[in-house]
């Protein structure tokens, strides 16, 4: 694994955004949530300080070398370079740490497939559904109630998992999803007691065990 250099010059990390634009061949994804701002335009802020550390170093950085975010030493060795790391509120509900099965990813429609596909690619996630259902509920957890921006401030902005109300492993038939009734925004601990039988508790049931009103779905 390789280890981010203690710093990174101001004239690597612009030609890691020429090199970005130029389509340089690197793993990073589109930022979750903190973007670099540079004449303008944004970019991933974690991929930008890959390829300026690969540019610097002659080492291909990934992904899994350092993370990228707003306390990690990736955005401190571009904020020492005086560049603007901004927040992209359009994709703050996507951040996510944890793979479960019912969370999503990228796709371009709310359609998801049938279960005879799961044992090949777990199971199809679309993001832009879970953007659709955190718009519509918002992030505090259907079942606690919890809010984890007013208990971690600023940088649990947006954080929130997403549970599938039916699972994935139980369709036998493509269907076309609908992201207001059949997704909700958990917490990431209810999220996993969720799933720790299968089929996953019901809400109302997991409320009542945590001693909690289960919070209605409007």
């Known amino acids: 694994m390789n280890e981010l250099p203690d710093t990174l010059p101001r004239e690597y990390i612009i030609k890691a955004i020429h090199a970005y634009d130029s ?11 903190y973007e670099l701002e540079f004449q303008g335009r944004r970019y991933p802020s974690k991929a930008i300080a890959g390829i300026a550390a690969t540019l610097l170093t ?3 950085f990934t992904p899994q070398d350092f993370s990228g975010g707003i306390s990690s030493k990736c ?6 370079q005086d560049f603007h790391i901004v927040q992209d509120k359009n994709r703050a509900a996507v951040v996510s740490d944890t793979n479960f099965p019912e969370e999503l990813e990228a796709q371009t429609e709310y359609i998801e497939g049938a279960a005879t596909q799961v ?17 519509h509920h ?3 957890c259907k079942v606690c109630g919890i809010d984890m921006s007013k208990v971690y401030g600023k940088i649990a902005e947006g954080f929130i998992h997403v549970h599938h109300l039916v699972p994935l492993s139980a369709i036998k ?25 299968t089929p996953p508790f019901p809400l109302e049931e997991l409320s009542e065990l945590m001693g909690y009103s289960f919070q209605v779905i409007n």
Do not use: W
């Open 138 to 140: 918002g992030c505090q």
């Open 23 to 33: 389509g340089f061949s690197h793993r990073f994804k589109e930022a979750q949530l």
């Open 75 to 80: 955005v401190r060795l571009l904020t020492e």
């Open 173 to 197: 038939e493509d269907y076309r999803l609908d992201p207001i009734n059949d997704l909700i925004p958990e917490s990431p601990n209810c999220h996993a007691m969720s799933h720790r039988q």
């Open 58 to 60: 002659g080492k291909a």
């Open 119 to 135: 044992t090949v690619n777990r199971y199809e996630r679309d993001r832009n559904a879970r953007q659709a259902a955190l718009r």
